[in-house]
């Protein structure tokens, strides 16, 4: 198997999709693509062994740290389409969009694990019990309620996003690693976009993107996911009017995903663990 191939492949999928079309079909073609890549067998333990040597321990605890975040959305969604009746999807679209997001990080959790198996290290494992998805009784109704349900979804994509983002530094001294962590970031990124255009059709104030720190009417309990995206500068140069233009706080803010530390992310979890 040709690891560089299915990258390539991968990369080939229109991420701009969302934006250009509002056409449910349209958008679930596009997440199907992703999924069909997602779902071939990654037998890569030669290949990362190879690239790695004896594999890195930063490497590593940041695969790790990613698998978390992989079987914490996993696990969540599969219980979604296991309690669509109980939550309330509708039938057609909404379905088929969280059971393909699901299809996703399934196949996330696979791949990564066998990334860290290839580097020499060892994948951690979590199960269904080791979660919480009312975090401590915050969202008691998160599998009766389609509302929450999908308030918690857009809170985990848009953290993963961001967690993506935070932990790419670490993976810069193997370009095979962060080139893969970056198409599971646009992945997730993809996810995100839907997940609020979802909401929007419910009725949210949401765009398909974070706008300042925001956090789409979800309210403080999710509010930790969203602080620090009120950015308005980029390489120490400010966005907002630049150039002469018309470019408004919140929209300089839209331009660019921040990055959260390993340590946020784990505090933003924590309350979903069991």
């Known amino acids: 198997m040709n690891f560089r191939n299915i990258l390539n492949t991968i990369a080939e999928t229109d991420p701009e999709v969302y934006e250009r079309t509002s056409e449910r079909r349209h958008i679930l073609k596009s997440l199907g693509r992703v999924a069909t890549l997602a779902a071939v067998p990654l037998a890569l333990g030669s290949l990362f062994k190879k690239a790695y040597g004896q594999g890195s321990s930063t490497i590593v605890d940041t695969l790790n740290f990613a698998l978390t975040l992989e079987y914490l959305e996993a696990t969540f969604y599969t219980k979604a389409v296991e309690e669509f009746a109980a939550i309330g999807v ?30 020499g290290g060892t994948p951690v494992t979590l199960t269904t019990t080791d979660f919480d998805f009312t975090a401590n009784n915050t969202f008691p109704n998160v599998f009766s309620n389609y ?11 848009d953290t993963g996003v961001r967690a993506y983002k935070g932990q790419a530094a670490n993976l ?19 996810h995100a976009s839907h997940i609020r255009y979802m909401r929007k059709n419910r009725g949210a104030n949401v765009k398909p993107w974070i706008t ?6 979800i309210g403080s309990a999710v509010q930790a996911s969203y ?10 140069i400010s966005i907002v009017n630049i150039n002469g233009q018309s470019v408004s706080a919140a929209a300089a803010s839209e331009a660019f995903d921040e990055p959260l530390t390993k340590d946020q992310v784990t505090a933003i979890i924590t309350p979903f663990l069991a």
């Open 90 to 119: 509708p039938t057609g679209a909404p379905q088929e969009a969280i059971a393909t997001i699901r299809n996703h990080e399934v196949a996330h959790v696979a791949f990564l694990r066998s990334a860290i198996t290839g580097a």
């Open 147 to 157: 509302d929450t349900f999908l308030a918690v979804a857009q809170t985990f994509e």
């Open 212 to 217: 300042s720190n925001d956090t789409g009417g």
């Open 227 to 236: 602080n620090g995206e009120e950015v308005v500068a980029q390489a120490g």
């Open 172 to 190: 810069m001294s193997n370009n095979d690693v962060l080139t893969a962590a970056l198409q599971i970031h646009s992945v997730e990124a993809r």
